[in-house]
């Protein structure tokens, strides 16, 4: 009996706790915090952090700074940072400064006006190296938005371009330089050639000249430097003739200098065009013939069709020529350079090539001095219809032809001559002379002149003297006398210097 009543206990205890565990009250108040535990240790620094220390504003740097200090800099705004060895440029405050332009507006807005078209103020330019201009844009339409041009040259090496379009001739040669706007890549180009003097290339005279500010009169020619191969003078498609093309295309009047030039013609040494077919010539007021040429080819009287056909005959614009080289002086080589002044031949020993002909001055009327310091031979008619000539050098002469001073108009002659009187005389010199006073000048002691009287020394030649017709030079049918007597129209004087 008494264990069945503590098993019911047992029970009951049970389900009490069992209905106290299912049935949980309200949680109480919490109860006071407790003490805090001691502070734990320091954790590591994470990878890659730096430890800077701030040591706040000051006019001047902290003393005894030790690594990563930062400081602000209250005079110049500026905040600082110690490496190890010394203070760093950290940051620095912006200024306040003026607001700037207001931007472009951009290709999408419906302000933005865009490029339609570009052009340039050239379009083939020809420069000489190291010479600048400048290459100017016109962007289309004028209130374009964005009128900005960029610039490039494909061959830098022959000449350069730099932003604001100068181009500058670097060396020979040819390039282009393109213009491209930054809006639309819109398309400009110009051909530049450069060049060096003497002219390379008989291409370069058109433009070249086209560059000169001279050359519209005789007064102010352009010089004009070439150093080509003239090639067969003769032939129609020969660089001179081309060269003689050019300049007549070119329309302006030029001092020719073929000094540098070569030729391929007889012996690659004679000057030998054909004067009747030459283009151009008219416009050559001076010349300067090739050194490598030693003689200057003449030829005769073809017909009345063709007529002179001779190196330079009616080069009528001709002032002044040179051959510095130059040795023979053919027929009729300058006949009819009615503009020609002066002459320079320094080593020339002959003028004229057959005895029959010469002429290779006749018809010059403008011609008033020359000086052949080593010619000693000259052949028929000369210098015959240059009626304004008054000087002749003839120091070497040995050998004279007739009618050399023929038809040289009125006035007085002076014809400096040598030690020894010339002792080949083919006649009469004078032909067809008007009255006009002829002096000759020898040097003191010279010979075979005749007998020297007075001072200074003077051999007086009159009409009617016959003894003193030196060495048959002043004599002859020709000046309208016979046997031997001189014309009246002429007063001959042989003067010795002293």
Known sequence: ?????????????????????????????????GIQGEKGDKGDEGAGSVSVVWKGESATAPANPQLNWVYYNSVDKKSYIFNGTSWQLLTEDDEIRPQGPK????????????????????????????????LIPTVLPANASNKNVNWISINPAVAEVDADGTVTAVASGTTVIIAITVNGSRMAVCTVTSYTLPLTDVNHVIPYLALQTGGLTTDNPVNLPMRINLGSLTAANSEWQNLLAAINTAGKYINLDLSACTMTTVANTYFDPDGTYITGKDRIVSLILPNMATRIVGKLYVDIYVGYKSSFYGFSKLEKVEGLYIIGIDDYAFRDCTSLIEVNFPVATAIGEEQTRGNSFSGCTSLTKVNFPAVTIIKAHTFEGCTSLTEVNIPKITTIEWDVFSNTGTGSLTITMGLVAPYNIYGNLFQEIAAKTVTIKVPALATGYGTFTGSPPTITVSGTDTTKNWANGFRGGGWGGSGGTINSNITLYIVQEN
């Open 1 to 33: 009996m008494k264990q069945n009543k503590l098993c019911i206990v047992l029970g009951v205890f049970v389900l009490l706790v069992a209905a106290f565990t299912a049935c949980k009250g309200p949680v109480g108040p919490m109860g006071k915090q």
């Open 103 to 134: 931007g472009e507006d951009g290709e999408g807005s419906s302000s933005f006006i865009p490029v339609t078209g570009l052009s340039l103020n050239a379009s083939v330019l020809t420069l000489r190296v190291g010479e600048p201009t400048t």
